[in-house]
Nanobody, 120 residues
Framework: QVQLVESGGGLVEPGGSLRLSCAAS????????MRWHRQAPGKERELVAG???????NYADSVKGRFTISRDNAKNTVFLQMNSLKPEDTAVYYC??????????????WGQGTLVTVSS
């Protein structure tokens, strides 16, 4: 009933920037918290940044000051602006959303992932 479609990944040099987008579609009453997670090769998936419906944010220590999460509620879209990228940021980035689909039911939905590679 709810799908997340991610875009914006790719190859970038160290120090460069990328902006990821994730749009929610389908049948839902409200998109609640949205998050970006990432999974580097050989590592567990970790939280990168999260944002509440009213704009409250939190970040992993490793990306504070470099990444900015934002959302456009009218478009049901969350963004991740990534600046000063480092090779350590290389990972598959996944969008997450908690969606209220009515009748007191919430779904936890994951996007398919988009690959970010930071390399010369």
């Amino acid at each position: 009933q709810v799908q997340l479609v991610e875009s914006g990944g790719g190859l970038v040099e160290p120090g460069g920037s990328l902006r990821l987008s994730c749009a929610a579609s389908g049948s839902f009453f409200r998109i609640n918290t949205m998050r970006w997670h990432r999974q580097a090769p050989g590592k567990e998936r970790e939280l990168v940044a999260g944002i509440t419906p009213t704009g409250g944010t939190n970040y992993a220590d490793s990306v504070k000051g470099r990444f900015t999460i934002s959302r456009d509620n009218a478009k049901n879209t969350v963004f991740l602006q990534m600046n000063s990228l480092k090779p350590e940021d290389t990972a598959v980035y996944y969008c997450y959303a908690n969606a209220n689909i009515g009748s007191g039911v919430s779904l936890e939905v994951w996007g398919q992932g988009t690959l970010v590679t930071v390399s010369s």
